[in-house]
């Protein structure tokens, strides 16, 4: 794994948007478009931006400039949208995903995060069960929740609904932020999933590989890395990750049948030998 690259991932100097357009250009370095893509992203957000900033500058009242700011979004701006049980592709490109108004849940995120900071708001990303969220402070006494793919907000009931299906100390009634690690790491397991699907597995591989620098020895990302040199017909490599799998995951179902597979291999090499 490139050293720079990991560096840059984990800076505290680069938001998380930018950190997204690093993920983009790793991953499908070998795309001779993707530079004319960035490009295109950032001068739409400029305008994006310009835009929303005009629509609420003659407003006082920083709770109807933030609902204001949401309905130019979402509604003149088309950034509504409904859940996917599956995303394209071209869903997690920061540009084409902007362009064609169809954003995978984390790119959203990013892109009307980075807007609504741009318009003067502090915003964030929470996580509300299921789902990482976006938080908009209108004040020091009222933020706004919602769901980025929707432009939907959660109400007071339906969050503290959610906020008990929470472990820990219930006494914590913070919502903290979550980092980029774990929006980087949420980003990059749908894009493998994404790409496994489409059988793109050279570039599902890598996205393995940013997570397991992210997450070393995660075995869950091991198995998947096995699976995937597996399908690229590197199966005597595939064998130490399924093996750590299997050892660090027991009573997993998928471990079972792996174990009866590898056991299968270890008996036919000492037959051999």
């Given at each position: 794994?490139?050293?720079?690259?990991l560096?840059?991932?984990?800076?505290?100097?680069?938001?998380?948007?930018?950190?997204?357009?690093?993920?983009?250009?790793?991953?499908?370095?070998?795309?001779?478009?993707?530079?004319?893509?960035?490009?295109?992203?950032?001068?739409?957000l400029?305008?994006?931006?310009?835009?929303?900033?005009?629509?609420?500058?003659?407003?006082?009242?920083?709770?109807?400039?933030?609902?204001?700011?949401?309905?130019?979004?979402?509604?003149?701006?088309?950034?509504?949208?409904?859940p996917?049980?599956?995303?394209?592709?071209?869903?997690?490109?920061?540009?084409?995903?902007?362009?064609?108004?169809?954003?995978?849940?984390?790119?959203?995120?990013?892109?009307?995060k980075?807007?609504?900071?741009?318009?003067?708001?502090?915003?964030?990303?929470?996580?509300?069960?299921?789902?990482?969220?976006?938080r908009?402070?209108?004040?020091?006494?009222?933020?706004?929740?919602?769901?980025?793919?929707?432009?939907?907000?959660?109400?007071?009931?339906?969050?503290?609904?959610?906020?008990?299906?929470?472990?820990?100390?219930?006494?914590?009634?913070?919502?903290?932020?979550?980092?980029?690690?774990?929006?980087l790491?949420?980003?990059?397991?749908?894009?493998?999933?994404?790409?496994?699907?489409?059988?793109?597995?050279?570039?599902?591989?890598?996205?393995?590989?940013?997570?397991?620098?992210?997450?070393?020895?995660?075995?869950?990302?091991?198995?998947?890395?096995?699976?995937?040199?597996?399908?690229?017909?590197?199966?005597?490599?595939?064998?130490?990750?399924?093996?750590?799998?299997?050892?660090?995951?027991?009573?997993?179902?998928?471990?079972?049948?792996?174990?009866?597979?590898?056991?299968?291999?270890?008996?036919?090499?000492?037959?051999?030998?």
């Open positions: 794994m490139n050293e720079l690259f560096s840059e991932l984990q800076s505290i100097d680069k938001d998380l948007l930018e950190k997204l357009v690093l993920v983009e250009e790793h991953i499908f370095k070998d795309s001779i478009q993707i530079s004319a893509q960035l490009d295109s992203s950032l001068d739409s400029e305008t994006i931006i310009s835009q929303c900033v005009a629509v609420i500058s003659e407003i006082e009242s920083p709770l109807a400039q933030a609902e204001t700011l949401l309905n130019e979004l979402y509604f003149q701006h088309l950034f509504i949208d409904r996917h049980v599956r995303w394209p592709i071209s869903a997690y490109s920061v540009a084409k995903g902007l362009n064609q108004r169809a954003m995978s849940p984390i790119v959203k995120a990013s892109l009307v980075e807007i609504i900071t741009a318009c003067g708001f502090e915003t964030d990303l929470v996580f509300i069960p299921n789902k990482i969220m976006l908009l402070c209108c004040d020091e006494q009222y933020a706004i929740i919602f769901d980025a793919v929707t432009g939907e907000s959660l109400d007071w009931a339906e969050l503290d609904l959610r906020l008990d299906e929470l472990t820990g100390d219930p006494e914590a009634d913070e919502l903290k932020s979550i980092d980029d690690n774990v929006a790491v949420e980003h990059l397991s749908a894009l493998k999933n994404t790409l496994i699907q489409e059988k793109v597995f050279d570039k599902a591989l890598i996205c393995v590989d940013v997570l397991l620098s992210l997450n070393p020895n995660d075995p869950l990302q091991r198995r998947d890395r096995g699976f995937l040199l597996h399908q690229l017909d590197c199966f005597k490599v595939a064998v130490d990750d399924y093996r750590y799998f299997v050892e660090q995951c027991p009573k997993d179902p998928a471990a079972q049948i792996l174990k009866i597979q590898l056991d299968k291999i270890d008996i036919a090499n000492n037959v051999l030998h």
